[in-house]
């Protein structure tokens, strides 16, 4: 990825207020950290667009505890990384606890995350609950697993978040995530809908939050590389080929690879919903939509979508390559 590239930052938001420069006074995570100007852009580039994600969705509350799920893989180290240099910078006013729910999958180095933790004075918490025997046994082979596996990961989750005083439980889902999830509801679910940056559980007693919701995953990956985090694999979903959600990620890198900055026009189009413009009669009352109505209306979507569409995507274009 080139300079240039790094530089990019997603026009969803506006940069928050600079970051402080202490590079030498830092999370014990970052001690080892590149010292290179490019990683450096990139560290601040990520920091900015989760803060920007926690601000936006105002999710810091002061004198909140949050639950920061852990699996081992690249996006979850490198959001609990951004979190603790936030905390660390004193941008962050919440108590975090970092937590691993070790599923039993076969071979699970269960060492590898403790030995972690331990090694950077990170608060945590690890709990071995066998999932992995249940989805095994439920979902027939060949069929997806990704469903119950989170659905019972999750109880989990917000078992143990109650009962650490946790507020919030934090996961790891990017932009990439969130964009493939509303096209997987669009082709295979017919509803538009995707994860949300915050949420509240059905009970009502918990918030779920996803700060990297403006993190693209090729930033993320690289992070991950250069702060050399020992990746663990997941034998569960992440060893099924042929998923819909690996089709739908195809899909959107082939647009990108022709199109190049249209995959963050089609995340930015997420923020940027019209009811009216829509088929939904529980989000918009075409029922009561007469001209007999207050209401002022604008067709300027029917007569000029098409173009007000293109300007936009060639604006957009244009500030991503300068």
């Known amino acids: 990825m080139s300079d240039s590239m ?4 997603l026009p969803v938001v506006e940069a928050p207020a600079v970051l402080p420069d202490e590079d030498d006074l830092c999370h014990p995570m970052f001690r080892n950290a590149p010292s290179s100007v490019s990683f450096k852009k990139l560290r601040k580039r990520l920091l900015r667009n989760v803060r920007a994600a926690i601000d936006d969705y105002n999710m810091q509350t002061k004198g909140r505890k949050w639950l920061v799920c852990l699996s081992g893989g690249k996006d979850s ?3 609990l990384a951004l979190l603790l240099d936030l905390k660390w910078r004193g941008l962050l006013d919440v108590d975090l606890l970092a937590c691993n729910l070790d599923q039993a999958q076969p071979g699970f180095p269960s060492d590898v995350l403790p030995r972690f933790f331990e ?4 608060p945590h918490h690890i709990e071995r609950q066998d999932t992995y025997s249940i989805v095994k046994e439920k979902i027939p082979e060949g069929n997806t697993y990704c469903s119950l596996c989170s659905r019972l990961r999750r109880g989990n989750l917000y078992r143990i978040a109650r009962e650490h005083g946790c507020d919030a439980v934090l996961l790891g889902h990017h932009r990439d995530d969130i964009l493939e999830t509303f096209f997987l509801n669009l082709l295979h679910g017919g509803r538009l809908a995707t994860m949300p940056p915050k949420l509240k559980n059905e009970e009502g007693d918990l918030m779920l939050f996803r700060p990297l919701a403006y993190c693209e995953e090729k930033d993320l990956a690289k992070f991950a590389e250069l702060m050399k985090f020992p990746i663990i694999p997941c034998d569960l979903c992440g060893s099924q080929d042929g998923l819909q959600r690996q ?3 195809a899909m959107l890198q082939g647009f990108e690879a022709q199109h190049k900055g249209r995959t963050q026009v089609m995340f930015r189009a997420l ?3 019209r009811p009216s413009h829509m088929l939904d009669t529980k ?3 075409f029922q009561g939509l007469s001209l007999e109505d207050d209401r002022a209306g604008d ?3 029917d007569a000029e979508g098409c173009a007000a569409v293109t300007a936009l995507s060639q604006n957009f274009l244009t500030m991503h390559d300068k």
């Open 6 to 9: 790094s530089d990019a930052v």
């Open 77 to 79: 180290y490198g959001l």
């Open 119 to 122: 090694e950077h004075d990170i």
């Open 247 to 249: 089709e739908v990620k």
């Open 271 to 273: 923020s940027n919903i």
């Open 283 to 285: 989000l918009f009352d």
């Open 299 to 301: 067709d300027s979507d």
